[in-house]
Every structure is written in C-alpha cells, then in structure tokens.
C-alpha cells in the first residue's frame, strides 16, 4: 500500500554513464519503493528504455523483489498501446540468495496524472477511456491491474495514455494474502481480502475518474488516510457526492458512471466494457457540440419549429 514507500529507504542512484544490467545509464528517473528509475541505452541497438532497479537490504524487501518479478510476469504477456511494454527481466543474486533485479520497460515521455491532471473535461474522458480500453485488454487475457490510481497512468504530449506499475497484477479471482491497494483508490474487496475481479479495476478506476473530475478523493474501506486504522465494513461505505455536484461542468450521464463504479459490491458495478463503451459516447458527445454539430434526431427536437419534430 502507499504507506510502505515512508518506511523503505530509496537506492543509491549511480552517475550517468555507468553500465547496469549490461545498459548504459542516462540520467536518473527517480525513485519508488525500495527501487530507483533510470533512463538507460542499450550500446548495440541504440534504443533507449526504462530501467528499474529493485534492491534487497532486509527480508522485509523480498517483497519489492516479488512484485517486480509479478509486473514481469503479467507484462511481458501484454501487448497494447495503452499499457507500458514490458521487456526483459535480470536478476543478480548473492551467494544463491536474488539480491536484485533489474526491469527493463518502454520508457514513455510523458507525466503521470497525479503530476499533471487533464486541463480540461474532454481531456479527462479521452484520457480515462483510453485507460479503461488498456484494462478490458488485460481483462480479456484473465488478468487484473489491482491498483489503478492517477500515479498508475502517464500521458505523452500528445495525448496517448500508458498504464504502468504491474507489480500488484494479478489473475483474475485471486485471494492475495495481505491488503494491498492505495488508500484513495483501494476497492472494499480488496481491504476486506476477497477475490480481485475486473471489477476491482472498476472501483479503482472509477475513484480515478473522480479524482480527475473533483480534484477530491472518494471515501473508501479504510478508515484513515494512512491506511493502519480499521476497516470498514461494506455496509458501512457511503458513495460520494455526485461528481456533477462537485463539478457543474460533468455531464450527468458521465456523474451517474462514475458513482456506478464505485458501488461498494462488485456485481453491482458496471463492467469495464461498458464503461469504455460510454465513455466514448459522453466524448462524442461533447465533440460534437463543440464543432456545433448535433445528430439528425437532436437536431430536431431541438427545432421547435420543425412539424417533423413534434411527438403525437
């Protein structure tokens, strides 16, 4: 969960120029849990990529180690335009013990949501339907993100979204044996420790969506930003404000989706297809009053004149 970054100390970076895992280092991307980023150059190819190194101090990192290996696992299986590629995998071990490990990703020029969220609605929609696109895609493969959120997703310049950070994936139905998720976004099934379905990606998502449309976070099965308090139970969740009462500018129709998707029992959430399939429709909406274009049938009964129009 997000708490875990305050309490794991990030890697040494090294200096431009050094070789890891057989690729040149080019500058330093940052850092993440018990890893650090860099933007490396293959020396034969030329092509640049993303590199994570991922560092085993104490036991209690084995499982940084363990969700690099998953996000290799579940990546390398994906092909789509919106999820970041996924290479290869090294691991260097110790005696016979794998002390680290090295993930070698797209690397994507862009910033992720949480640093720069869409400017405006159209771009919000354009954006998370382009997200939601990239999970029915795993969802189709038998597999689920299990931690959509806005840092989760990084968009180019031109406007092409990538999901990222496969390493709490998993198979669709699977029963993961602590709580893991992000505060703001984590479904109650997840807190609660059932079957992560596609509609775990639905919740997550969904809250994603809010977050976008808000600038506010959704309430969720735990009980305190931190995430070491108790959770509460199903029953007990209340569905936010309506995102359109927040925002005035959100359509109705794209409200009532969002609060769909974050229903507290995942068979009463909308699936993730549906969701895509409306998206595009408040989006082609919207592009078409902009440009003042409106179909045959809205065209009409806004003319009230028009005798072709009028209801018997």
């Known amino acids: ?48 990529w993303a590199l994570k190194h991922v560092v085993k101090r104490t036991e209690k990192d084995q499982r940084f180690l363990d969700q690099t290996e998953i996000e290799f696992n579940v990546g390398s299986q994906l092909k789509h335009d919106n999820i970041r590629t996924v290479e290869k995998l090294v691991k260097n071990r110790k005696v016979i013990r794998v002390s680290e490990v090295f993930l070698l990703l797209e690397f994507i020029d862009g910033i992720s949501l949480d640093n720069h969220p869409p400017e405006t609605l159209g771009s919000s929609i354009a954006v998370m339907t382009q997200v939601a696109e990239g999970l029915l895609y795993m969802h189709k493969l038998g597999f689920v993100h299990a931690d959509m959120k806005p840092n989760n997703v990084i968009v180019t310049d031109d406007g092409l979204a990538k999901i990222i950070d496969l390493g709490q994936s998993c198979r669709n139905g699977t029963v993961k044996q ?37 600038g506010q976070n959704i309430p969720t099965a735990m009980s305190d930003r ?30 009532a989706l969002v609060l769909e998707c974050v229903r507290a029992e995942p068979s ?35 003319n009230e004149e028009n005798p072709q129009t009028t209801a018997d």
């Not at 970076?13 to 991307?29: I, Q």
């Not at 976004?185 to 976008?212: F, K, M, S």
């Open 1 to 48: 969960m997000t708490r875990v970054s305050r309490s794991v100390q990030p890697v040494q970076a090294v200096a431009p120029g050094t070789e890891l895992a057989g690729f040149r280092v080019l500058a330093d991307l940052g850092t993440g849990a018990a890893s650090r980023l860099y933007l490396v150059q293959d020396p034969r190819t030329k092509h640049v």
């Open 178 to 214: 602590r709580i893991q998720g992000t505060v703001d976004y984590i479904a109650p099934e997840q807190v609660h420790r059932r079957a992560i379905t596609p509609a775990t990606d639905v919740y997550n998502l969904g809250a994603t969506i809010y977050w976008c449309l808000t």
């Open 226 to 255: 931190t995430g070491l308090g108790f959770a509460k139970d199903t029953s007990q969740l209340e569905l936010p404000a309506a995102p359109s009462e927040v925002n005035p500018q959100v359509p109705p129709e794209l409200s």
């Open 268 to 302: 009463d959430r909308p699936t993730m297809e549906a969701i895509r399939n409306r998206l595009q429709i408040v989006q082609v909406r919207m592009e078409n009053e902009s440009s003042g274009f409106y179909p045959p049938q809205q065209a009409g009964v806004a």
